[in-house]
């Protein structure tokens, strides 16, 4: 039974009120005057929601977001109205693509100034209309609770994602006497008994399957028993583009990430699939490499598309069996399912994985600090439970190459390719486990779009390790000028600051590291010293910027651009 509160309080005070209902207990802002009253309500929260105070909105978004990824639970982010907005819109665009369950508040002009293009005024249903799951704007004091529940269970239920809710001063500062709503329900699908006969069926017949993970929504139960049910079914298992803590990568079925980056043995095998069963993913650009791994609209192998959102099977790819399920629905439905395939396919299952484990061997790298051998030893230095954060950039295909990932928690990247979120992501990770080792890996050009989030983690003592990888240039953006345009590059060098003295302003510990017989010392002591003093610690990893991701150079990109451009000219 509801109880109507039986004082009044302002718009702040119901808002509060209501985030604690919903299990809230942490939200990322940047404070502003547009929503002083939510504000000064934390004060009867205390103990109850930490307010993280962060330097800057895309930090604030990127925060939320990555704790919706770590939690399930929707992240939650306050910024102020206008540039607030604008600045935090990379973090929804982020928790969209990203199937995130997160809410983002934003203080906006008053009703009474609605409409006449006020100070920093923007009508964030048109802004933010193509990038979130709902977009409102709570006009009326009473009815937070309603709106504020709505947004939990949209966040959360189907594909999650983000939600955008507005609020104007005056439902702000105005006061109801209106009841609290029950914490949100989240309402996920499940298949049917139909879905799994046709699913055993076509599994049984299929020979050379492969089982592709993505996704959000996996908890450690359905981690379990999907590998499990790999296990009885003799799946290899592939994880989704940057979806790497959903399987455990030690697991005998581990077949390694599929996408760009990807190993040719897993390309191979993929294409010589006779039936794929993707759970959870979206198979999209990144993960089928420009949909042509896997074809759209019609794919060269069956396809068993199992998501959330009942309207994402058929949308790109025409599939031979659509499921609409949640990953954890999904996977408990599957617990009890038991093959009859007539052909065996251990010997595949053992194959693949073998394949995965040769690709954990550091490739050649040019110069005295060989990126390769680096990030393998980072895999070796580091407990299981630790957890890599990236942004975007082609410095990041070496930890998701060398890293053997354990399950949830250990990953945050952004599929969605966003630049500075490595470092945000790190504080937020480090908030939630204080206890376990995060080392964040940054492009010196990834990192310097949010190094003042340093701050943070100097203010809260968080002793996360973040691995800056100094090359000068916009990298990524080189590897593709000289496959176009080859030998003719510009405008993508820049002169770096000494990152070093950076994190020392910041009260941390800095060190340069130049060649590979160097680093590992150098990182046992970042690593002592994040848990010992716990702040940050930083290393700037200086290399030959002609290694530009594993087993590949500038040198052999643009020598073979070269190439076919003269074997094309004699055409």
């Not at 957890?387 to 250990?410: D, S």
Request: charged share 20%.
């Amino acid at each position: 039974m509801t109880v109507v509160s039986p004082l009044p309080r302002n718009g702040g005070q119901i808002l509060m009120q209501q985030l604690r209902i919903h299990g809230t207990r942490r939200i990322f802002m940047i404070p502003g005057e547009s929503y002083l009253p939510c504000i000064d309500a934390l004060n009867e929260h205390r103990g109850a929601i930490e307010p993280v105070v962060c330097r800057q909105e895309s930090g604030a978004a990127y925060m939320a977001e990555a704790h919706g990824k770590l939690t399930g639970e929707p992240g939650v982010c306050f910024v102020t109205r206008g540039p607030g907005a604008t600045n935090a819109s990379i973090g929804v665009h982020t928790a969209f693509q990203d199937s995130t369950p997160m809410i983002l508040f934003v203080g906006q002009v008053g009703n009474d100034f609605y409409e006449r293009e006020a100070f920093q005024e923007i009508d964030y249903r048109r802004m933010f209309g193509q990038m979130a799951k709902w977009v409102a704007q709570i006009d009326r004091t009473d009815r937070i609770p309603e709106f504020v529940a709505r947004a939990y269970a949209t966040a959360t239920s189907g594909r999650p994602g983000p939600v955008v809710l507005a609020l104007p001063e005056d439902t702000l500062w105005g006061t109801a006497t209106v009841a609290d709503m029950p914490r949100y329900q989240r309402v996920a699908a499940s298949p049917g008994q139909p879905d799994l006969d046709r699913l055993r069926q076509l599994l049984d017949q299929a020979e050379r399957p492969v089982m592709v993970l993505g996704g959000s929504g996996w908890n450690a139960d359905a981690i379990q028993q999907i590998a499990a049910f790999a296990e009885r079914f003799e799946l290899p298992v592939a994880t989704a583009w940057r979806r790497l803590e959903c399987f455990d990568q030690r697991h005998p079925n581990a077949a390694g990430q599929m996408g760009w980056g990807m190993t040719e043995a897993l390309r191979a095998r993929i294409q010589a699939a006779d039936l794929i069963l993707a759970v959870g993913t979206r198979l999209g650009e990144a993960t089928t490499e420009g949909y042509q791994l896997i074809e759209s609209p019609l794919p060269r192998q069956a396809l068993i598309h199992v998501h959330p959102d009942p309207q994402e099977p058929g949308r790109v790819y025409a599939p031979t069996q659509a499921i609409a399920a949640s990953v954890a629905g999904f996977a408990q439905a599957v617990a009890l399912l038991q093959p009859a395939h007539a052909t065996p396919r251990g010997a595949a299952v053992r194959a693949a994985h073998a394949e995965y484990l040769d690709s954990l061997k550091p490739l050649p790298s040019p110069g005295p600090l060989g990126l390769d051998a680096v990030a393998a030893l980072v895999n070796q230095r580091l407990a299981p439970d630790a957890c890599i954060t990236v942004g975007a950039g082609n410095y990041a295909l070496y930890p998701h190459r060398y890293r053997q990932f354990t399950g949830l928690g250990t990953s945050l990247a952004p599929t969605v390719g966003s630049m500075g979120y490595g470092l945000p992501a790190a504080v937020s990770a480090k908030l939630e486990h204080p206890g376990k080792t995060v080392v964040c890996y940054a492009g010196d050009g990834c990192f310097q779009m949010n190094l003042q989030e340093l701050g943070v983690a100097q203010q809260y003592r968080l002793g996360i390790v973040v691995l800056v990888f100094n090359n000068g240039m916009w990298g990524t953006i080189r590897a593709h000028q000289e496959r176009e345009f080859p030998g003719r590059p510009i405008a993508l060098d820049f002169e770096n600051p000494d990152f070093t003295q950076i994190v020392r302003g910041y009260g941390g510990y800095g060190e340069a590291v130049e060649r590979t017989e160097d680093f590992a010392a150098a990182f046992d002591r970042a690593l002592a010293y994040a848990e010992r003093e716990q702040r940050p610690a930083l290393l700037e990893i200086r290399y030959d910027a002609d290694g530009i991701a594993p087993g590949q150079t500038l040198t052999a990109i643009r020598d073979a651009a070269l190439a076919r451009q003269a074997a094309a000219s004699t055409h």
